[in-house]
């Protein structure tokens, strides 16, 4: 049981290393060439958040005013601006910085999920159903559990 949550953890830290490497010009983005996108409005959002945290009852700038929460779901704009505040830097730095680590913690926690929920035996059996049913392998023989990151669990690994 030590081995398979060191062996989870491994997977966790690198799969948290991954994502990052993958993501590390996103960290260090201020604005993307990319104008077309909804960011410009998710940024000016936070920058208001930003600039007018004692305002929130209400949002001005869109179709002659609408209660703030209204114009989009806020906790991605609040976290966004509190960042930037916090840390002294701009609200578009801040958007990237935030979706960022999201998108380094969204697998982390599907890994997190699927791992402590495989170790109880109705869900393991539930989902290797529900998998047999959706990948057609009916009767198919399994090979060794492994991790996310694609390696074996270390306690399945036979000693040498």
């Known amino acids: ?3 398979q949550r060191t062996s989870a953890a491994v997977c966790l830290a690198l799969l948290l290393a991954l994502n990052a490497w993958i993501l590390a ?3 260090k983005t201020e604005y993307t060439p990319w104008m077309s996108s909804i960011e410009g409005a998710y940024i000016g959002l936070s920058r208001w958040i930003q600039t007018h945290w004692t305002e929130l009852g209400w949002f001005p700038l869109w179709y002659a005013g609408i209660p703030f929460e209204n114009a ?3 906790l991605l704009h609040a976290l966004v601006a509190a960042i ?3 840390a002294g830097i701009s609200a578009a730095h801040s958007h990237h910085v935030v979706t ?3 998108y380094c913690l ?8 699927n791992y402590s929920g495989s170790q109880k035996s109705e869900f393991r059996s539930q989902n290797e159903d529900a998998s047999d049913e959706i990948l057609g392998l009916g009767g198919v023989a399994k ?4 991790c996310a990151c694609g390696l ?4 399945d690994i036979p000693p040498i």
């Open 143 to 146: 090979g060794p559990p492994v």
């Open 152 to 155: 074996p669990f270390l306690s």
């Open 100 to 102: 960022g680590a999201m």
């Open 72 to 74: 989009y779901p806020p």
């Open 25 to 27: 010009r996103l960290f």
């Open 84 to 86: 930037a505040s916090a």
């Open 106 to 113: 969204g697998p982390l926690a599907l890994f997190w999920r």
């Open 1 to 3: 049981m030590v081995r």
